[in-house]
Nanobody, 126 residues
């Protein structure tokens, strides 16, 4: 049974940093692509970042490029999202997801993901 559990969210001032973690069980993160999405109130869930099973490639939404970094620790079966220079618009619930696959086709489309965590709230204040 695949389970994803996010942690690390919280309240931070604009310009600050947070690191989110996604602990996976029931699968090995080094075998499958992993991704982060977020959903702000009243908006659809949107892609944030993804990392391929090998760790060789990463993908980012234009809105977070240069500020966020996705990484993984194979030994801990954990995926991270380092978020720097946070903006008010980054406020959202952040979700970890996987498709249990290695293909990168449509990797940014949330509808292709079938495993999700419960989410962790990130609130950026002015």
């Amino acid at each position: 049974q695949v389970q994803l559990r996010e942690s690390g969210g919280g309240l931070v001032q604009a310009g600050g940093s947070l690191r989110l973690s996604c602990a996976a069980s029931g699968l090995t993160v080094s075998n499958y692509n992993m991704a982060w999405f977020r959903q702000a109130p009243g908006k659809e869930r949107e892609f944030v970042a993804a990392i391929t099973w090998s760790g060789a490639s990463t993908f980012y939404a234009d809105s977070v490029k240069g500020r966020f970094t996705i990484s993984r620790d194979k030994g801990k079966s954990t995926v991270y999202l380092q978020m720097n220079s946070l903006k008010l618009d980054d406020t959202a619930v952040y979700y970890c997801g996987t498709r249990g696959a290695r293909a990168t086709t449509s990797i940014m489309r949330q509808s292709t993901y079938n495993y999700w965590g419960q989410g962790t709230q990130v609130t950026v204040s002015s």
